[in-house]
T-cell receptor, first 116, second 116 residues
Framework: NAGVTQTPKFQVLKTGQSMTLQCAQDMNHEYMSWYRQDPGMGLRLIHYSVGAGITDQGEVPNGYNVSRSTTEDFPLRLLSAAPSQTSVYFC???????????????FGSGTRLTVV | AQKITQTQPGMFVQEKEAVTLDCTYDTSDPSYGLFWYKQPSSGEMIFLIYQGSYDQQNATEGRYSLNFQKARKSANLVISASQLGDSAMYFCAMREPQNRDDKIIFGKGTRLHILP
């Protein structure tokens, strides 16, 4: 099925460990983003990309790195996990905004990360 | 400054009644897009409805309609004839214009409970 594929769905890390959350889309979307969702905080933008080779920081980028070597993939790296990074992470993609109807994001199913 | 404000953290509504979820936004740009997403307890993010800032009519999608009051910067979601399956978290979101890299920002959400 076409869409946004996120892996893993669940992960437990120890403080200081590193890991990569994978995100892939097969809809040829130019725009990809990573959000974290915390209770009472809504979805906060971590990093985003407007196309292959182009990334930028969102609202809460500290502790996370991204790269976009292909249109399809947009991995999120935690270099040294901290308990404050315990959250649900969503990857999302969309076409860049064009004239006319905007269908917004297609979301992945999310990754529930716990850092102990 | 918060750009999307959802003032109702939680709501309880009797089944079959209509529901209005409030959303106000802040932007100085004339061109923008507004979205509503639903997040049921299973966690996935479901696109509900979109309103472009230049759209002359309020958007409708089945039981969902968007009460767009541009001068008041208000984009309330109206659910007609609510059902038990409408119990979920609802997020209002805005896509910023292209000169701000097409980011979509989210409000903190409203948790809707439909009572039988």
């Amino acid at each position: 099925n076409a869409g946004v594929t996120q892996t893993p769905k669940f992960q437990v890390l120890k403080t200081g460990q590193s890991m990569t959350l994978q995100c892939a889309q097969d809809m040829n979307h130019e725009y990809m983003s990573w959000y974290r969702q915390d209770p009472g905080m809504g979805l906060r933008l971590i990093h985003y990309s407007v196309g292959a080779g182009i990334t930028d920081q969102g609202e809460v980028p500290n502790g996370y790195n991204v790269s976009r070597s292909t249109t399809e993939d947009f991995p999120l790296r935690l270099l040294s996990a901290a308990p404050s990074q315990t959250s649900v992470y969503f990857c999302a993609s969309s076409y860049s905004r064009r004239l006319g109807r905007d269908y917004g994001y297609t979301f992945g199913s999310g990754t529930r990360l716990t850092v102990v | 400054a918060q750009k999307i404000t959802q003032t109702q953290p939680g709501m309880f509504v009797q089944e079959k009644e209509a529901v209005t979820l409030d959303c106000t936004y802040d932007t100085s740009d004339p061109s923008y897009g507004l979205f509503w997403y639903k997040q049921p307890s299973s966690g996935e993010m479901i696109f509900l409805i979109y309103q472009g800032s230049y759209d002359q009519q309020n958007a409708t999608e089945g039981r969902y309609s968007l009460n767009f009051q541009k001068a008041r910067k208000s984009a309330n979601l109206v659910i007609s004839a609510s059902q038990l399956g409408d119990s979920a978290m609802y997020f209002c979101a805005m896509r910023e214009p292209q000169n701000r890299d097409d980011k979509i920002i989210f409000g903190k959400g409203t948790r809707l409970h439909i009572l039988p």
